[in-house]
């Protein structure tokens, strides 16, 4: 399934809790206030469901920050 880069934002940012305005390309797991180890799991679990991605040690490192996830948008 295709899921454009703006759908991965929303979807984060409602995981999140936060306004996607404060949600900057830069944010990742323990760089934003509400993206704990917690909220990382749901995020894995998101992009497992909806991207198709494997939930491993590798892609539980490469999928910590924001920029990695955007981009599996197209």
Aim: glycine share 4%.
């Amino acid at each position: 399934m295709r899921i454009t880069q703006l759908e991965l934002k929303t979807e984060i940012s409602k995981i999140l809790s936060c306004d996607i305005d404060k949600l900057l390309q830069d944010a990742g797991l323990d760089s934003h206030p509400t993206w704990d180890s917690i909220a990382h799991i749901d995020i894995m679990l998101f992009l497992s469901e909806k991207c198709g991605i494997e939930i491993s040690d590798q892609t539980i490192e490469k999928y910590s920050k924001l920029e990695n996830i955007l981009l599996l948008g197209k």
